[in-house]
């Protein structure tokens, strides 16, 4: 495997989920690995994205967890919230995980670059010293940025890298987008007692997901006071004298804000890689296409994760990663199956996904049987928070298998992880309903839908 012609077996763009895996992996095989990052290794998961967001998440939802408490008994006078205190602990969660991540490929012998590396041959890299160093396969993983259009005045907007380092919490907040960041940010801003304006250019939000269950979100979130502007739009965003923002709108009235965060998508991190002069095949937004193999148009060059703009998901990346660098360097070829990945929105109160949407069913099997639970979670009854939860299951009729499986409610991503086992493995509501309630649970409604 080892060819002395090159520095290195393979050579990695970006640290990363999918960068890190692969090249923990390929080192493993025996490989000679080095690993390029511009920014902080562990990528955007890490440092900007999942983790520090699903911290934010837990932080927020202490907000309704204080208000439910008086019920069981508990008295609280004095509540304060300090937005310095979580932002900081959650920065300093994050800079231990990037220590481990870099031990990790430390303890793999991987060689970092702390550089951005361009391409300039099929083999061949320039660092930001000016060295070049060459590799016998190259693996392009540096992940997708957030999206901005066109708008004046963009310039004053955040996005998701910079709203875990927000100086203050703000009171009013506009968020545009209707989609993952979009909510999750909703629910997180709204709990640490912001008014947020969510606008989104469509009346649909979470494109993809049931459209019951998303129905359910809308209508909880607009029940807990966030507000949503559908079909709308921005002409312009101006910062005004005293510091605040006016969005000036189209499809709505103008709205006065603190700070307006965009999360209208991602897009692949192609730019200035020197990929189009090499002849790497990039579709119209940037992505770099690859085959089942992950390898590019240009045969010593591969790419995995968000850059190859299929599913962005963290946990996707890794397993692009890992049958990369098995196939490559181990002997081992591979692919992901990508059917029945489960998904999760850590919105307020988050979304729990796997399968076919009742619609998608409908138009893939024909004739199909849903079941649904629309509950009060026992929690909530004693509490006296009137907020319901909803899970569903869809079943095809011809097979009786559960397809899909689709959860609005608390901790309804925890219950959906060990759903979705059930709906990979093609189990059947017989099966379902075979199985032994576990009471008093919420999870027990999976089994008891007839
Ligand atoms: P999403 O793709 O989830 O949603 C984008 C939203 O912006 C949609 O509502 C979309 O509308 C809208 N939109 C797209 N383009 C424009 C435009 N030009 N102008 C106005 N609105 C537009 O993007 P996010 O930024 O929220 O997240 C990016 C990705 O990161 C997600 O796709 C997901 O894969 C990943 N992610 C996953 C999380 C998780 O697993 N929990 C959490 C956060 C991010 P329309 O539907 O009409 O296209």
Known sequence: MTDPTYDYDLFVVGAGSGGVRAARIAAGHGARVAVAEEHRVGGTCVIRGCVPKKLLVYGAHFA???????????????????????????????????????QTLA????????????????????????RTVTAGKILLAPGARPALPEVPGIEHALTSNEVFHLERMPKR???????????????????????????????????GYDEQIVDRLVKTSLAKGIDFRF????DAIERQDDGSILCRMKGCDD????????????????EGLGLEELGVKLTERGAVVVDDQYRSSVPSIFAVGDVTDRIQLTPVAIR?????????????????????????????????????????????????????????????VL??????????????????????????????????QAAAIAVKAGLTKADFDATVALHPTMAEELVLMR
């Open 64 to 102: 309704e967890d204080l208000d439910d408490a008086a019920m069981f008994g508990w008295d609280i006078p004095q509540r304060r919230f300090d937005w310095p205190v979580l932002r900081d602990n959650v920065l300093a969660e994050v800079g231990r995980l990037e220590g481990l991540y870099g």
């Open 107 to 130: 303890n793999h012998d991987v060689t970092v670059f702390k550089s951005r590396a361009v391409l300039t041959g099929p083999n061949a890299l320039r660092l930001d010293d000016g």
């Open 173 to 207: 907040v506009v968020i545009a987008g209707g989609g993952y960041i979009a909510n999750e940010f909703a629910g997180v801003f709204h709990q640490l007692g912001a008014h947020v304006t969510i606008v989104n250019r469509s009346d649909t939000i979470l494109r």
């Open 231 to 234: 079909n709308a739009g921005f």
């Open 255 to 270: 709205i006065h804000a603190d700070e307006v965060l965009f999360a209208i998508g991602r897009m692949p991190n192609t």
């Open 320 to 380: 692009e990663g890992h049958a990369f660098a098995d196939t490559q360097f181990g002997d081992k070829p591979c692919t992901v199956d990508y059917q029945c990945i489960p998904s999760a929105v850590f919105s307020h109160p988050p979304i729990g996904s796997v399968g076919l949407t009742e619609g998608q069913a409908k138009n893939k099997l024909g004739v199909i049987r849903t079941y649904t639970s629309d509950f009060r979670p026992m929690k909530y």
């Open 383 to 416: 509490a006296g928070r009137n907020e319901r939860a909803l899970y569903k299951i869809v079943v095809d009729e011809g097979s009786d298998k559960v397809v899909g499986v689709h959860m609005i409610g608390p901790d309804a991503p925890e219950v959906l």
